[in-house]
């Protein structure tokens, strides 16, 4: 497949430009700076780009099969970049005539676990509310979603680890892995490889987690 891959040279996106390239995917990876991209490889193409402005990322998405994307606040002093970049990318996309799009959001976003054992109640209330802007800033991407003409799914991983890929571990369409309190980036990025052509998960969230 041909894959645009937006925040490439972040944890998740990183993996994703990797796993990709392993799989024998062309991938554009979109960067502000090239020189930050640590991911080499026969069929990669860094795409310098303005990440604000629609129109000078329409040549990184045209003519590609999706769009995978790892954009997202990494504390709260970046709470609004999920949702102004991603507007961005649908934009370009929308005016491309491409359809699928994959993002990274965060659990919290999505619906609590059914059961919900009191611990994890607890410290899920606890986490919401310190990394509030945070969770806010990808509700309001998960809304631009939702409003966009794009097939679109949303994979919401817990805490984050640096582990190697392992591509084990629970998945839920539209809803919450109970007691899901970690994963690694590695395996957030094969979630996202694995939902592109997975029809199931279309305009749907994915609770992904050990």
Not at 9 to 18: K, L, N, Q
Request: aromatic letters at 4%.
């Amino acid at each position: 497949m041909k894959l645009t891959v937006f925040g490439a040279t972040g944890g998740v996106g990183g993996e994703i430009v990797r796993q990709a390239l392993a799989a024998g995917h062309e991938v554009t990876a979109v960067v502000r700076d090239p020189a930050r991209l640590k991911a080499t490889g026969e069929g990669l193409e860094a795409f310098r780009a303005d990440l604000t402005d629609p129109e000078s990322l329409r040549a990184a998405v045209a003519g590609r099969d999706a769009v995978l994307s790892g954009l997202g606040p990494r504390k709260r002093a970046d709470a609004g970049i999920a949702a102004e970049l991603t507007r961005a990318v649908l934009h370009a996309m929308e005016a491309e005539g491409v359809r699928r799009l994959v993002v990274v959001s965060a659990a919290p976003v999505g619906p609590p676990a059914e059961p919900q054992p009191v611990v994890d109640r607890i410290m899920g209330a606890l986490v919401s509310n310190i990394l509030k802007p945070v969770y806010d800033d990808l509700r309001a991407m998960e809304a631009e979603l939702a409003s966009s003409a794009t097939d679109w799914t949303s994979v919401r991983p817990p805490r984050l680890q640096d582990k190697p890929v392992t591509g084990v571990y629970r998945r839920v369409v539209g809803g919450t892995p109970t007691s899901g309190r970690f994963i690694g980036r590695a395996d957030v990025a094969h979630a996202m490889l694995t939902a592109v052509d997975d029809l199931a998960t279309v305009k749907q969230g994915v609770g992904v987690a050990y």
